[in-house]
């Protein structure tokens, strides 16, 4: 999309969807209008991070990319860090709307800054758009995450989630056959055929696994069965958190220094 669309256009469409997505779930009279707010973020933010890192990658020679992507883990580690906590209090003392009303100043902000001071950091292409490709992808890797997060209310034996998971790799399997024989693939997979970057794929996906669902089951264990409030839950998690965030710039000047191994071994 970023040889498509220029990347303060590409910018402002992302926080103007993530803005619209969080104005949604903020006035969301019902569960079903929140959740659909929540959707509408998370195609502003899927927008957004791909952005981000590719921006990174061009500004930057391949001998300091590694610092800025630390300080970039840095921002991006800050949410989880300060989140539980800040929204513990908000929790605790407000309503959950207020969860929502404190980023749409932010979001708007944002929207001002970008518009204002964004240039373009891509040459614009518009490269021929594989429109199958886009549909098999998101029936593969929709339907395998929709499968999973079915599978432990019905059971694997469900039709429901037996079926979607068996469109769903079908659908995957077709969609990696077909970036291996079009010219412009959405996703090359050729770049599997280097070792060294499937290993790391391989571990980034067991990090994130490990990291993410930790996260997210570590407050439900303290809320629902140590019966914690959840500021205090937030509290818990905010040193770990911390450390995380701020080893982000530390790893990235490392890696600069001395290579991957150096710092992925420890």
């Known amino acids: ?29 019902t569960f079903s209008f929140l959740l659909t707010g929540r959707i509408v973020q998370a195609f502003g933010t899927g927008l957004m991070m ?12 391949p001998e300091k990319r590694g ?12 949410a989880p860090a300060l989140g539980p906590t800040l929204s513990g209090v908000i929790i605790d003392s ?24 964004l240039t373009n950091v891509m040459e614009i292409t518009k490269p021929k758009i594989d429109i199958l490709s886009i549909i098999l992808s998101t029936l593969g890797f929709g339907g395998i995450v929709y499968s999973f997060s079915k599978s432990g209310d019905l059971g694997w034996s469900n039709p429901e989630v037996y079926w979607t998971l068996s469109v769903a790799c079908l659908s995957l399997a077709w969609f990696i056959f077909r970036q291996l024989r079009i ?23 067991t990090m994130m696994m490990s990291m993410f669902s930790t996260m997210a089951l570590l407050p439900m264990y303290l809320q629902g069965v140590l019966l914690l409030t959840a500021f205090k839950s937030g509290i818990i998690m905010l040193p770990g958190s911390i450390i995380n965030s701020l080893m982000g710039p530390i790893s990235g000047k490392l890696f600069d220094i001395f290579g991957p191994r150096v710092v992925i071994v420890p």
């Open 1 to 29: 999309m970023q040889q498509w669309i220029s990347t303060k256009q590409l910018f402002t469409a992302a926080m103007v969807t993530f803005l619209a997505g969080t104005l949604i779930a903020a006035f969301a009279p």
């Open 50 to 61: 791909p952005l981000m890192m590719n921006t990174i990658l061009i500004i930057f020679p």
């Open 67 to 78: 610092a800025a992507m630390g300080l970039m883990g840095l921002v991006i580690m800050s």
């Open 94 to 117: 407000l309503n959950w709307r207020w969860l929502f009303y404190i980023l749409i100043p932010l979001a708007m902000i944002s929207i001002f800054v970008g518009v204002k001071y």
């Open 183 to 205: 010219k412009n693939p959405i996703l090359n997979l050729r770049t599997f055929k280097y070792p060294i970057f499937a290993l790391m794929v391989v571990l980034m996906i």
